[in-house]
């Protein structure tokens, strides 16, 4: 490829390649945080529906005067084997339905500090990096351009490259 950029379509396959040039854009600069984030942004999700599938057994048994719930085979249960048969206290249900709760919280809080993290270095790597290149720059040639240009390459540029970071990552994890 010579020094220009190819044309990119605007259908599926040209928008996956444009995240994928971002992502390879970034990668450099999140120092590994935005995998991490997107490991914990996946749990979170996971822990979010096993939270929702224990509800289900938990619904059917608030039937007036029942105390305990058999798990059986069909339907929902349809796969749990050994399992089949199991009675739960509707208290112990109720418990692991609030441990899987809490859990999806403490996840939700985590991958959040996360995100934060791995966009905040990733800025703070690219802005970082545009400093130096200024620093080394001739200053002949930049003098011949305008004080604002340099300026917003070093805020709002920046600043939108954090945001699309984001972005991405929760893209990613609502898929």
Do not use: C
């Not at 040209?14 to 995240?19: K, P, S, T």
């Amino acid at each position: 490829m010579s020094g220009q950029s190819e044309p990119i379509g605007h259908g599926l396959g040209g928008q996956l390649r444009r995240i994928i040039r971002v992502v390879r854009f970034i990668r450099p600069y999140a120092h590994g945080k935005a995998g991490l984030a997107f490991v914990f942004l996946i749990l979170a999700g996971l822990t979010e529906g096993v939270s929702i599938l224990l509800l289900i057994p938990v619904l059917t048994a608030l039937v007036p005067g029942q105390k305990t719930l058999t798990l059986e085979s069909g339907g929902w249960f349809s796969g749990l084997g050994p399992l089949n048969g199991l009675q739960i206290h509707l208290g112990a249900m109720l418990a692991i339905l609030v441990v899987a709760v809490a859990a999806q919280a403490a996840l939700s809080r985590a991958s959040g500090i996360m995100v934060m993290d791995a966009t905040l270095s990733a800025a703070h790597g690219i802005r970082q990096r545009l400093f130096e290149a200024i620093g080394h720059a001739r200053w002949q040639t930049i003098m011949k351009g305008r004080h604002a240009d340099i300026t917003h390459a070093l805020t709002m540029d920046v600043d939108r490259v954090q945001f699309v970071m984001n972005s991405l990552l929760v893209m990613a994890q609502a898929l």
